[in-house]
């Protein structure tokens, strides 16, 4: 840890400065970094590339270097405080990264350490949905929300769940995980043990998969042909453009998409009676034919909670997310100090 | 509204005589009632039956006429706060019953606005699962808990949740109704209006109705002698009595009810990472046929909470849940007011 009463000294030997957080996205293939007012307008912004494959050691100290180069760029020596998002899991207690799948060789690296030394500050580290969850509750779609549910469909499922306006972390910060709610009882395997859930038949994966399996036995139609003939360039982008294009097994297995996250949906609505759900995600790029359908078909299985005033938006922060996420992150936990 | 001047004055008046809190337990069957110290112990108790056949009017001066006995069992002229768990629907902000099924005629009933200008004292009303929950968690299972979901298995499945050591009202106080999760996706029909609710699958009713539609086809076996030959008396007990003589039809009827609470424990517990899922209700009685396997068929569900940490046991507090229950809405509400 660093030295609090340092810590306050030097704050006060940066009288005059902005008084900037950092914020840093950690993904598996690019990091971001911003620096921010603590209102979350953004100063200044860099990106590179993760290059998982050069080991943790290599990439934080490029992240080190391109946290700097911020804090130049918005003429601050040192942030109030650093944010982190990253894929999980990962202790938020203890600041520590423990093997995220995206992330290969990141075991138990103690990344609050790490940069509490090097930036003699607070650093305060969550997983990407719940730090995207923050984003969005504090700056982004939810800011008029109290509850608000995030719900990223990706290559995975992820989400992030706000209480009365406070990140929900349940033990072990483990909270949030939606995409593993049943929602098929004897579904297919998913890579999390379980079976049927909701990850495993509706994110993007899950849908090429379910597409590709379709294709097999019925080859013919859009998605073939969008493909180039190659069943194994079959993605979700596939699916909906051939849905655009009105091929007809396309529109099945798109279907069944909304209906498995219609599913997921009301059930975490039926639970928690929240203000507002954001969804995002690469799978969400299909706009219109997501949205519309996915509110009707959530129609159709809440009944105890009052859906009018449930909001099930798309995220406002666009690619920003993840670092003003990892901004979100910090200011919470400035807060909870009091 | 009562005065709360007046309030202030008359409290002062009653100076000597002990501080208690009255709840008020209303049911379809019975109402008790029952006058507590702060710390949660009960000083006296009454009951009474409802005679819901009355309407509201009858039941609700006798229970101001119970209300006034407690008292003076207890030596107190006035309560510092009237607690009231009662069945759903109602508006706990504005103290409004609404309809409720189990209590016929009870419609817009302003219980809050009457108990209020009875006793000249602030009366928190919330329904009857979100008062046990919250019971259980100030006096019962729950007191080391933090986050704490409780379930109640009876003729319906209800639920109330426990968030950072408050209740999760969510809008319009709609949340924690964990029995309208979607277990099945092509399941009944539920009097909610959605398919395939756990409700709909394992509630004392639907074991109940699953029981019959097997015996309809299987009449022979421990189930329909135990219950007389008559189709229409098998019930939950009638099936549990049969598993522990060793029929194979109740006992598949019985395993699939432990599946559906699973899967509907585990979505719960996946979301939510509660320390602690308190289950209790009729359905419970079942006792070790039920936690026992319910614990085994949760662990095959959840993979990212991890479950060494969650406790899933029986409620603590017994019939007493219901008065406790609505004791410890008086008293939440009462600290949050600061």
Redesign the interface.
């Given at each position: 840890m660093f030295d609090k009463a340092g810590e306050t000294v030097s704050r006060g030997a940066q009288d005059g400065a902005a008084k900037l957080l950092v914020g840093i996205d950690i993904g598996g293939t690019k990091v971001a970094v911003a620096t921010a007012e603590i209102g979350g307008r953004i100063v200044a912004k860099r990106k590179m590339p993760t290059e998982v494959e050069k080991g943790p050691q290599y990439t934080i100290q490029k992240i080190i270097a391109l946290v700097r180069q911020v804090l130049d760029d918005s003429g601050a020596a040192r942030p109030i405080a650093v944010g982190v998002g990253c894929g999980g899991p990962l202790d938020p207690d203890e600041g520590v990264i423990l093997s995220p799948p995206n992330l290969p060789g990141w075991d138990a690296i103690p990344l609050r350490q790490i940069l509490e030394d090097e930036f003699r500050t607070y650093v305060y580290i969550d997983n990407d949905a719940n730090a995207a969850a923050l984003g969005e509750y504090r700056f982004g779609a939810g800011v008029e929300a109290s509850?608000l549910v995030y719900i990223t469909v990706s290559t995975g499922i992820g989400g992030g769940?706000i209480?009365?306006g406070?990140l929900?972390?349940?033990?072990?910060?483990?909270?949030?995980?939606?995409g593993?709610?049943?929602?098929?009882?004897d579904g297919v395997r998913c890579k999390?043990?379980?079976r049927g859930c909701l990850e495993a038949l509706a994110s993007g994966t899950a849908i090429a998969r379910r597409a590709r399996e379709a294709l097999a036995s019925r080859p013919n139609g859009r998605m073939m042909a969008i493909a180039g003939g190659d069943l194994q360039k079959v993605t979700t982008e596939t699916v909906v453009q051939a849905v655009r294009e009105g091929d007809s097994v396309a529109l099945e297995i798109w279907n069944e998409t909304i209906?498995y996250l219609s599913?997921g949906v009301?059930?975490?609505i039926?639970?928690?009676?929240?203000?507002m759900v954001v969804i995002g995600g690469g799978v969400t790029e299909a706009g219109d034919l997501l949205y519309a359908p996915l509110r009707q078909a959530v129609g159709?299985?809440?009944?105890?909670?009052?859906l009018d005033?449930?909001k099930i938006v798309s995220p406002k922060l666009g690619t920003d997310v993840g670092v003003v996420g990892a901004i979100a992150v910090a200011l919470q936990h400035l807060e909870g100090k009091g």
């Open positions: 509850n769940i209480v009365n406070r929900l972390q349940g033990i072990r910060a483990s909270a949030g995980e939606i593993h709610q049943t929602i098929l009882r999390c043990g379980n209906e599913i009301a059930n975490v039926t639970t928690l009676a929240p203000d159709k299985r809440v009944f105890l909670v009052p005033r449930v």
